[in-house]
């Protein structure tokens, strides 16, 4: 007929798919609601710093070295110390699980430590097994320094005392598990408000019928998955500053590299989830199934393969391959790499370039499921 | 004009794999249609209706043959012809969360009508509709009649060159149902549109120009609707019912025997029939009896009962029950429902408004009114799923509102949909729906394997893949396995074609036989002729109850069918209804 084509027709489905987003509560719920819990959630809730940890130190050996030694363990925020005289009392308070871990100073410790080979016992709880690395690595911490400020005192019979490491952290000077964390939450928004809200979009026209009614008319598929992608692409635009502002101000995480680049590469990374999303929903055609799918396609696989919580050099060879083929993998990279490096481009201009030929890969893709064709 | 609108040869269209689960939809159909005309597609379900729709429209594609449609040729260029066309599929997909107005707007924007045409064609629509106060209305909050009349008109947002309408009709009230006709026509009169419209109802068939009667993806036959009327010529007759013989036992009568007649159906308290052509004339006599026959004018109908029934051979014949002992509790004259002064809100919306009337033990009572009018609410009320808000209501002797469990354990009832699991085999549905109701052990499966005979069903046959007849049977069989006094069925046989319907019907009066109190609703107003009494209800209002012939008294000189009766009555409570509110 007439007036209008390409433009007016994809005006006016970007109208129907805005009003009908804006008129199911519950779309907005997820879209706006679930990532301030998210942030709260991860933000807060999880974290792997260990915080007053309780050791039981037991005190076999009570010289004013000994207590020195120890005394260090009791002026960290990380560990708080309960002092006991006898070993069987501190493994049944580790069993009953009112301690973490034991340190026991042997009887002889004040003489071994003059003839430079002292020698202290810790025991960790391994249940938690990071937990108690953290442990460890506090309480030598501890007690390396307290002995280091004795041998400062050129106090030289602990000269001999051992070997001092020097550790430092980079990027995460703080090494504080949030600032590791918040970057990866982004990608894990991104990634549930793209792929879950728009995992139903395509699906439900087909249950409702209503793919069939406009078919026939002169749409063209593009048109439909253009219009079903801008409203979410605003949803998730608003996601992402919520994201960024608790990112600077509720967390404090620096953010090193340019505020622009992060926009950019998070946008370009919500258009892949959104179109991931679509391409199950068109070729599921089933809102339930859809749904599932898109859990275990992206947000699962989001969460656990993309070196969000696990780093990825540690796992076998399958899943390394698996993560590598992972859009989230590649944006995680880049956003973690913006926020604690800066913008060191090679690793940017990778992530971008993959994530670009992911988003096209999956738009055509879409297109292709929604072939004006019934059967 | 003398152009072709469409030219099909040899279409085949199969859906599945082949030599797995191969279904034929389409099977070497040739056809032309004319432009300018009505074109009417008929046929029992399964018969190809929708895929040829589909195909028309350019969203199916055959396995082979060629199809033209308005000189393009579709499996080439579907855009070509979608660009041109106006389709709408029996499940119109309205955005239901978007308003009338809106969603009117959408079609009209995605066909690029320009802003002037827009303002004359919507206020045209609406017009037609009738549904200019509810613009703002969200589609969702119509009634089914409303919705489907939206459906026609963001079809029609622009004049197309040919207009496809799939079973416009399905589950849509007689008001409704002769409103959108009348746009139809009106469009076929004023602009010479060209429309192609598959149908359930033959009173629709008979008023377009040319009809198609398909069968399993094949053409049986096509022509003017007279033309094709005049093939059972001599052969239809009107039998009148005597006095204390009601009319449903005078068609069972007549549709069991079936060397002499083809198909029989209740009408006015008479029963119109099909003579077999060649019949024993003695037999004929020996049937009747002193029953006065007179002869009538052949219809479309009873040449499509004769096609079909040539076609389907004895298969299709119905389930015919014979009369079982059941169990009944007390047989005394005292009526098995009790309704006084019913009463449902819904907020401020009163869906059921003071209703009361009994219904007597073995009866057949059916609930009739148009979409909206509260016969699903009083129909979940007397099953005891949804409670009153007021009255008193009272199942097979048991208080609904004090003793609703047991009271459910009497009644069987048949959801619109049927509730059946369609990955279970027929009696893995059986046992289940038997468990539910309290069967178990021997007592189980004596009862699985006496409805199994009953209604002719396949134990071991998966329940999913039984064909539309035989899920609805399945269906009734599970609602009379703890052997109920009454049997609820909600909209039974909507959607399904007249050979399933009477079949169906056969069941439901041989049933009725055995003592077991029948309460259905249905939107196919004929089928009213098969109820000892009928209610008809509007906008919650009991507007009339009593015998079919009562209500055709009631409704005035003129209605002959109860279509016509019907439309008359509840025209009459509204205008009724609307002067009381210009008094008031």
Redesign the interface.
């Known amino acids: 007929?007439?007036?209008?084509?390409f433009p007016?027709?994809l005006?006016?489905?970007t109208?129907?798919e805005v009003?009908?987003m804006l008129?199911?509560r519950s779309n907005l719920i997820v879209g706006l609601a679930l990532p301030l819990v998210l942030i709260l959630l991860f933000g807060y809730g999880l974290s792997f710093d260990v915080t007053d940890a309780r050791i039981a130190v037991v005190l076999e050996d009570s010289s004013p070295i000994t207590l020195n030694a120890v005394a260090g363990l009791a002026g960290t925020d990380y560990l708080s110390p309960i002092w006991l005289q006898s070993m069987p009392e501190a493994e049944a308070m580790i069993r009953k699980g009112e301690a973490d871990a034991i340190l026991r100073v042997p009887a002889e410790f004040t003489a071994e430590l003059a003839q430079g080979r002292g020698r202290l016992q810790l025991i960790l709880n391994g249940v938690d097994s990071s937990t108690a690395q953290a442990i460890q690595g506090y309480a030598t911490g501890a007690i390396t320094n307290a002995l280091q400020h004795l041998a400062d005192r050129s106090d030289t019979r602990f000269a001999a005392s051992g070997v001092t490491v020097v550790a430092r952290t980079w990027f995460n000077e703080a090494s504080s598990s949030t600032w590791f964390l918040v970057p990866g939450l982004i990608a894990l928004v991104m990634t549930l408000i793209g792929a879950f809200l728009t995992s139903l979009l395509i699906a439900r026209?087909w249950e409702?019928?209503?793919?069939?009614?406009?078919?026939?008319?002169?749409?063209?598929p593009l048109e439909l998955v253009l219009s079903k992608l801008a409203p979410y692409l605003i949803i998730g635009a608003i996601d992402l500053v919520m994201c960024l502002l608790a990112a600077r101000y509720l967390f404090e995480v620096p953010m090193r590299g340019s505020l622009w680049l992060v926009v950019l590469a998070s946008l370009l990374y919500l258009l892949v989830s959104l179109a991931l999303g679509l391409w199950i929903s068109g070729t599921t055609r089933n809102q339930f199934a859809a749904s599932q799918m898109a859990l275990l396609l992206s947000f699962m696989p989001a969460m656990m393969l993309s070196g969000f919580v696990f780093d990825l050099r540690n796992v076998p060879l399958v899943i390394q391959i698996i993560s590598q083929a992972l859009p989230a993998t590649h944006f995680m990279a880049v956003i973690k790499t913006l926020f604690l490096a800066g913008d060191y481009w090679p690793t940017i201009l990778r992530g971008l370039a993959i994530l670009t030929l992911y988003a096209a890969l999956l738009i055509w893709a879409t297109h292709r499921t929604l072939a004006?064709?019934?059967? | 004009m003398t152009g072709i609108t469409i030219t099909a040869k040899d279409l085949r269209k199969t859906?599945g794999t082949p030599g797995k689960d191969e279904a034929v939809a389409l099977d070497g159909l040739s056809l032309t249609i004319r432009e300018g005309e009505l074109t009417a597609l008929v046929g029992p379900d399964g018969a190809g209706k929708t895929t040829l729709m589909?195909l028309f429209?350019?969203?199916?594609?055959p396995q082979a043959g060629s199809l033209s449609v308005l000189g393009i040729d579709v499996l080439a260029h579907?855009?070509a012809v979608?660009?041109r066309?106006?389709?709408?599929?029996q499940?119109?997909?309205?955005?239901?969360?978007?308003s009338v107005q809106?969603n009117l707007?959408?079609?009209a924007?995605?066909?690029?009508?320009?802003m002037e045409q827009r303002r004359e064609r919507f206020a045209r629509m609406l017009q037609m509709t009738d549904l200019a106060r509810f613009t703002d209305r969200p589609a969702g909050k119509l009634s089914g009649g409303m919705k489907q009349k939206l459906?026609l008109a963001?079809?029609l947002v622009?004049s197309p060159d040919l207009l496809l309408l799939d079973e416009p009709s399905v589950g849509v009230d007689p008001l409704s149902r002769r409103d959108l006709w009348a746009i139809v026509q009106q469009l076929v009169e004023d602009e010479g549109l060209s429309v192609i419209v598959s149908t359930a109802y033959l009173d629709e068939a008979e008023r377009c120009a040319k009809v198609f009667v398909m069968d399993r993806g094949r053409l049986l036959a096509e022509g003017a609707p007279e033309a094709l009327a005049s093939r059972a010529r001599g052969l239809t007759l009107t039998a009148a019912s005597p006095p204390g013989l009601p009319a449903r036992v005078l068609q069972a009568r007549l549709m069991d025997a079936r060397d002499l007649v083809i198909d029989a159906v209740p009408e006015a308290g008479n029963v119109r029939f099909i003579r077999q052509p060649g019949g024993d004339e003695a037999a004929m006599q020996a049937l009747l009896g002193d029953i006065p026959v007179t002869p009538r004018e052949a219809e479309l109908e009873d040449a499509f009962m004769m096609m079909l029934h040539q076609q389907e051979g004895e298969a299709q014949a119905g389930a015919v029950i014979e009369p079982a002992p059941v169990a009944l509790s007390a047989q005394d004259d005292k009526p098995v429902i009790v309704v006084r002064d019913l009463v449902r809100k819904f907020g401020d919306f009163t869906a059921v408004a003071s209703t009361s009337f009994d219904v007597a033990r073995g009866e057949i009572f059916g609930l009739l009114g148009p979409n909206g009018a509260g016969k699903t609410t009083t129909f979940r009320m007397l099953c005891g799923l949804l409670p009153a808000t007021s009255g008193h209501l009272e199942v097979a002797g048991r208080d609904l509102r004090t003793a609703r469990a047991a009271a459910r354990g009497r009644i069987g009832y048949v959801a619109q949909k049927f509730a059946l699991y369609g990955n279970l085999t027929v009696r893995e549905n059986l046992e289940f729906f038997g468990g539910a109701y309290g069967l178990g052990g021997k007592a189980l499966r004596t009862r699985i394997a006496e409805t199994a005979a009953q209604f002719d069903l396949d134990l071991s046959a998966p329940s999913g893949s039984l064909p539309t007849g035989y899920k609805q049977r399945l269906a009734m069989a599970t609602g009379l396995l703890h052997q109920p006094e009454i049997l609820f069925l909600d909209e039974p046989t909507s959607g399904i074609d007249p050979l399933a319907r009477r079949a169906f019907w056969r069941t439901i009066t041989g049933l009725a036989g055995t003592g077991v109190t029948i309460v259905i609703t249905t939107h196919f107003m004929e089928e009213a002729e098969y109820c000892d009494r009928i209610a008809i209800q509007d906008q919650g209002e009991m507007l009339v109850i009593g015998t079919p012939q009562a209500v055709r008294d009631e409704a005035g000189g003129g209605a002959r069918t109860m279509n016509d009766a019907f439309i008359a009555i509840v025209e009459q409570h509204r205008a009724r209804r609307d002067s009381g509110q210009v008094a008031a």
Do not use: N, W
């Open positions: 007929m007439t007036s209008g084509g007016a027709r005006a006016a489905l109208r129907k009003r009908q008129r199911d026209e409702r019928g209503t793919l069939e009614s406009l078919f026939v008319t002169p749409v063209r004006k064709r019934l059967d | 859906f589909r429209a350019g969203l199916l594609k579907p855009q979608q660009d066309i106006s389709y709408m599929p499940r119109f997909g309205l955005y239901e969360d978007l809106e707007d959408l079609y924007d995605l066909h690029g009508v320009p459906g963001c079809t622009r």
